[in-house]
């Protein structure tokens, strides 16, 4: 069974789709600072003259890891208007971790917040070009780094990549995901369409913005839009409300442990001058309790979506009213076609659930020097997201993960990733990890294993966790055992692992 988006029109670049004049583009709450239109093309061109000067060039890769606020964004926004990629990540991540990326990457260069982040510097080496990025409220970042013979003036195309971000696998290490301006651009167009995103919204960034969560949905979208973004540096929910009144914000998106969070630090009553006329969930399944308590509090609709990172965000979304939202569904194709097809790739029958599978204009072309993995991701020419859905009545309804991946909060966490860890501890004989039902995550991570012999028990396997990985891929749980639970053919099943420790 299939269902069909309207197709956006073909996009340009990202630099180029951003309008100019006299609107508030950005703001800062942190720093009482804001970005007109006009100013923030002119602090992206500045920021992209001080990265050229500093050897970067078409086709280069920049990796950076910062806090948040405005900086990410004109980093960003300034790599790809030199035709090169950016390559965001998580400041949490430790020195192995950050190792691995920037190994897989080769960047040209590697931005970090001045005299910060020792795990990223200890991994850069002498191998990867470091840039000390100097925060200027109000301002384009200013960078302390090696000079270089700068590269010659060049533009973006639209198919260059401009995004390059991980995804983690159950089968592989995680896999570079490259998506160029026309897909960023397609996708973030169709959100302001289903939305209906115009200069008057304000736009609230509560999601990271190392995530295309927060890059297309809360940033892109209303940036093309002529819209207006609040850009906090840190997000918590006493700064969060009186900001929401502060700045006029009409909308957010957010996953939904963020949004339980942001809820359980509310105040009384709704801040004077908030206008919200709607807020959005995606990222990981929203409880429907959850998603009612939102909606009585703000007295608006929460708008429940399916997005992944392959897709640029969006695939599908509920409607704004008057159209129907259909509670436990993630709503109507919006950024792509949507299928749901058998093992072979064909249709099923229509309200039978299958594989969901995407086609659009957002959709990357394949993963990065991936040739297996991309036969295996794509049935023709239509991507293969992983998980299991029904199409009734043309809205789409999840019903389980072919995928074994852990869904912590909106975190997308390799169980063979840390399983590695595990196994490197030298009491370790066998590992399995698994996810654990959660109310506030959606998922936890769980782990069982084997011990060579009795050296190790559960903290310390833990605290071995902690040193080598960012702290929410750490086992919440260690279950030593005898064995491994298995099936009679030797194979272990991770979606069965929580049932059988009692913990569904």
């Keep these: 069974m299939s269902a069909t988006t309207g197709e956006p029109s073909m996009g340009e670049t990202l630099t180029g789709e951003i309008r100019s004049g006299d609107g508030v583009a950005l703001v800062v709450p942190d720093d009482d600072a804001r970005l007109t239109y006009e100013e923030l093309s002119a602090a992206i061109d500045e920021t992209a003259e001080a990265l050229r000067r500093l050897g970067v060039g078409a086709g280069d890769r920049v990796a950076f890891a910062l806090p948040g606020g405005p900086e990410i964004v004109l980093v960003f926004l300034a790599v790809g208007a030199l035709g090169a990629a950016a390559a965001p990540l998580n400041p949490a991540y430790s020195a192995s971790e950050f190792a691995f990326y920037l190994e897989d990457l080769r960047p040209r260069l590697l931005v970090l917040p001045q005299g910060e982040l020792a795990p990223a510097r200890e991994a850069a080496g002498t191998?990867?070009?470091?840039?000390?990025?100097?925060?200027?409220?109000?301002?384009a970042p200013a960078f302390e780094g090696q000079a270089r013979e700068p590269e010659a003036s060049s533009s973006a195309q639209p198919d260059d990549v401009a995004l390059l971000l991980h995804t983690?696998?159950?089968?592989?290490?995680?896999?570079?995901?490259?998506?160029?301006?026309?897909?960023?651009?397609?996708?973030?167009?169709?959100?302001?369409?289903h939305y209906e995103l115009g200069p008057d919204d304000v736009s609230y960034c509560a999601m990271p913005l190392f995530h295309v969560h927060g890059i297309v949905a809360s940033t892109l979208a209303p940036l093309l839009s002529g819209g207006t973004v609040v850009v906090p540096r840190r997000v918590a929910p006493r700064r969060f409300w009186p900001q929401l009144g502060a700045h006029g914000v009409t909308w957010y998106s957010a996953s939904p442990t963020f949004h339980e969070m942001l809820l359980d630090g509310a105040p009384a009553d709704v801040p004077e001058g908030a206008r919200v006329r709607f807020v959005r969930s995606c990222s990981s399944a929203m409880r429907p309790a959850l998603a009612r308590r939102i909606e009585e509090y703000l007295a608006v609709p929460l708008l429940e979506a399916y997005g992944m990172t392959e897709a640029s965000h969006e695939m599908a979304a509920n409607p704004l009213p008057p159209a129907r939202r259909v509670e436990g569904s993630v709503g109507v194709p919006t950024g792509a076609e949507v299928r749901i097809v058998d093992g072979e790739g064909n249709d099923v029958e229509a309200g039978q659930p299958g594989e969901v599978v995407i086609r659009g204009p957002g959709v990357t072309a394949g993963y990065v020097a991936d040739a297996e993995t991309n036969a295996r991701a794509f049935f023709g020419d239509w991507f293969r997201t992983g998980d299991q859905g029904v199409l009734e009545d043309g809205y789409l309804r999840l019903v389980g993960r072919l995928k074994e991946i852990v869904i912590r909060g909106g975190e997308n966490i390799s169980p063979l990733e840390v399983e590695d860890v595990l196994l490197d501890h030298p009491a370790v004989a066998e590992a399995v990890v698994y996810g654990i039902p959660d109310e506030r995550y959606g998922q936890v991570v769980g782990s069982a294993v084997v011990l060579r012999d009795g050296s190790a028990d559960e903290?310390?396997?833990?605290?071995?966790?902690?040193?080598?990985?960012?702290?929410?891929?750490?086992?919440?749980?260690?279950?030593?055992?005898?064995?491994i639970p298995r099936t009679p053919t030797g194979k272990v099943q991770r979606p069965r692992m929580a049932a059988h420790f009692g913990e569904e």
Aim: proline share 8%; with cysteine.
């Design 127 to 139: 191998t990867v070009p470091v840039a000390d990025l100097v925060i200027r409220p109000g301002a």
């Design 168 to 193: 983690s696998g159950t089968t592989s290490r995680p896999k570079q995901v490259p998506l160029s301006h026309r897909n960023l651009v397609a996708s973030a167009r169709s959100i302001v369409r």
């Design 459 to 483: 903290e310390a396997l833990r605290r071995h966790c902690r040193e080598r990985l960012a702290a929410f891929k750490v086992p919440v749980v260690v279950h030593v055992v005898d064995a």
